[in-house]
Each structure stands twice: as C-alpha cells, then as structure tokens.
C-alpha cells in the first residue's frame, strides 16, 4: 500500500456526523424519527437554533470583517472578548496576578488540537474521565499517547477527588508532566459539572507535588449554558490564577457551542501561568503550529465574537437569548428525567447542559437497536448519549419510555 505505515488501519468507530446524517435522512423520509444525535442547538419545530443578536451583528459587518484573511493568531480584539467571555471583570486580576494569552482556533477541536500537539510527547499518558467525549481518545492515535481514566463522580454523584489523586499518583512514577483533560462545567457526554471545591482540589494536587509539572487541560465549550448567572463559572474559572509555577491551565473555547456557529468552526485555546517564559513558549509554539495546521481561522466568526462580546448592546441582547436557551433545555430536562423515573430508566448524574447519559451494556448495539423504534442517539462505549439541545419536549417525554422498552427487549 501507498499509504504510510501506521495510517492504513485509522477506522472512525463512532463518527457522530455520520449517524447524524443518517438521522437527517431517516427524519425526511418520516417525520415521527426521533433525532438526538449532535450537539446543535435546535428549536421545538426541529429547526437550528440561530441567535438573534449573531443575525444582527452579521448584518452590519464591513466585507473585510467577515471574508479577508486575519492574524494566525487571532486580533486584539478578538483575544479580549474570547477573555472577557471567559472571565468577565475578573480579568483585569488576572491580568495582575498571572500572564495570559488567547490563540484563535478553528472550533473549540482546533484548541484541543493545538495545545496537545504541543504538551503531549508520543507515548505519555493523559488522563481523561471515564465518561467523555471520545474525540479524545482520536487525538491520542493520530498523535501517538497514551489515556488512562478516572472516575468523573464517586457513589454520592460528586467529583471523585480521591480517584483522581491516586491515578496521578501512579502515573508520576512514570512520568514527570501531568497532563488532565477536564470537560466543565455541563460535561460532554453526562451533563455533570464540578463545584468550587473540586476547582481548589485540583490546583492543591499541584501545588503538592513540587516536583512534577502539571498541565491542566480544561475544555469547556458549554459554559455559557451552566447558569443564567455567568458570574458563578467565571468566578470558579479565576481560582487558577492561583496555581502554582509548576502548572498550567488552559482553557478550551468554543464559539460553536456558546455563540452557534457551528459550521464557521472558530474559537481559542487560552493559556495561563505564572510563568513568563511559559507563556513566551506557548505563544512561539502556537503560531509555529497554526501555520503549519490550518494557517488560519474564520475571520466572520471572530469578527462575530468580538461584536457580541464587546458591543454593549449586542452583548445584552445576547445575554438574554442564552438565558431563554437555559430554559429550553431545563424544560427538557425536567420532562425527561421525570418519565426517566416512572419508568426506571437509570440515568447519570446530570445538572445542566446539552446532554443526559444513559449506562448500559454494549451501547452500539442497544443504539442500532434504537432505530427499530425510529430513534437515534449517539453510543459512546459506555453509555448512550441523549442529546436534549436538539429534541421537542414531546420527544424527551416519549423518549425513555422507548429507551426503557428497547433494554428490556434486549434483555429477553
């Protein structure tokens, strides 16, 4: 074979886009089809969700602001509003206390991408959470490193701290740099978030281990749906301006998720530290890659952002639309999780966001199952994802009570 060694085998097991696809078609050709697959925002007619304000801020850009080339490294402007999104006045503290820089990515992937291409050596380690988005698992293959898992939550459906510290305790015996992907707040795929202890305990794990390096990979694409108050996440995502010299944190933005755009694929990858040189390397190691990668992002996405963003008006009226989608989604939620209970369908623990998971036994199987009963909704190898962001509340009414009877059909 032509093709090098090493990337004839490369199969995608578990192609989301695909089964959306499927999905779509199966939805046209009968409309009672119950698609629950990606995470797009969508109406309670099945119809994209589109923002208002973005329709709005689209309409009154200039030609160069939505089709010329821009900085591989995103504008000025751009950097602070990806900031300010991320940790609104608190910022300026951080500004104080820390350095900082934001690199403009395509999609909140294009962030995961760039950061560990650049902090994973082949055949290290990364720990991931045993519920995750499986993409990860992607990175690792086409990059050459190796995962391990902690436990997301321990019996009492909280962050299993302990876990965790004992997984980094065994891999510091063969590795210096400690690498952790955490995906919060409304992980991707059990809607589970993390409380402000967890976010102490995970800065005190660093500064109790001098002697290693720890880099803190903190994805989180679906922040601005945790609470109608942002100011409880940014408030959370500021304590790591206090790690300590030996850590890094990194936050993975995705103006897919927050602002809706999905197919213009942009967001950032933000870095901070109390090290100088650190962040003189992260920005020379970033531009290096983003050349060499895509060379450069959607300027009409950035430009998007930073008019939302930093355009009082704009930002209000976007700022009242995400509350109304908080709402959609917990209007949703509740009816699921209620018809989840009468009829004992076992869910994980949720709190907010896009998604519910259900565990099961063989999840691809009990998911081809599912289109019998004309549903489709994405497996991930241990358990299946319910996509609430894209269903009507009729469906999420009737929908575990389809689950339900599929396992139990399975189990005959």
């Known amino acids: 074979m032509i093709i090098k060694k090493g990337s004839e085998n490369k199969l995608l097991n578990n192609n989301i886009l695909a089964i959306e696809s499927e999905a779509i078609k199966a939805k046209k050709e009968d409309s009672s089809v119950i698609n629950s697959t990606t995470g797009m925002l969508k109406n309670e007619d099945g119809s994209l969700y589109v923002f208002d304000s973005v329709k709005k801020v689209i309409e009154n850009l200039s030609n160069n602001e939505k089709f010329a ?22 910022i300026s503290i951080i500004k104080k206390e820390c350095y900082i820089d934001s690199i403009v ?15 994973m050596d082949k055949g290290d380690t990364i720990l991931l959470p045993n519920y995750m988005w499986e993409n990860y698992l992607t990175y690792g293959v086409e ?5 391990d898992t902690y436990h997301l939550f321990n019996k009492e459906g909280l962050f299993d701290i302990d876990f965790l510290i004992n997984k980094i305790n065994e891999l510091k015996k063969k590795q210096n740099r400690i690498t952790i992907i955490i995906n919060d707040p409304c992980e991707n795929p059990t809607g589970f978030c993390m409380k402000d202890e967890d976010y102490d305990a995970l800065i005190e794990i660093a500064k109790s281990n001098p002697n290693n390096s720890f880099v803190f990979i903190m994805d989180v694409a679906y922040f601005d749906f945790y609470n109608t108050n942002q100011n409880i996440i940014r408030n959370r995502f500021t304590k790591f301006k206090n790690i300590p010299n030996n850590a890094i944190a990194f936050f993975v933005f995705s103006g897919s998720k927050s602002f809706g755009l999905y197919g213009l694929r942009v967001g950032a990858l933000v870095a901070l530290t109390h090290d100088k040189d650190e962040i003189k390397a992260f920005r020379n190691a970033s531009n290096f890659s983003t050349r060499a ?5 959607s300027t009409l996405g950035m430009s998007i952002i930073e008019k939302l963003v930093l355009n009082d008006e704009y930002r209000l009226s976007y700022e009242n639309e995400i509350k109304n989608v908080c709402k959609m989604l917990e209007d949703r939620c509740v009816l699921f999780l209620d018809k989840a209970k009468e009829v004992n369908l076992i869910t994980l623990p949720y709190e907010k966001g896009f998604f519910i998971c259900i565990p099961c036994n063989n999840p691809k199987k009990v998911a081809e199952e599912l289109h019998k009963d004309k549903v489709y909704l994405i497996p991930t190898t241990t358990c299946l994802r319910v996509a609430l962001c894209t269903i009507s509340k009729y469906e ?4 575990p009570k389809i689950i339900k009877e599929c396992l139990n059909r399975m189990k005959e």
């Open 143 to 147: 990059m050459g490193f190796n995962s």
């Open 69 to 90: 080339y821009t900085d591989s490294l995103g504008t000025p402007t751009y950097k602070e509003a990806v900031l300010y999104s991320l940790f609104g006045n608190n």
């Open 105 to 119: 990515t395509p999609g909140g992937s294009g962030g995961l991408n760039l950061v560990l291409s650049n902090y």
């Open 396 to 399: 999420a009414s009737i929908l």
């Open 293 to 297: 990668k895509w060379s450069d992002s």
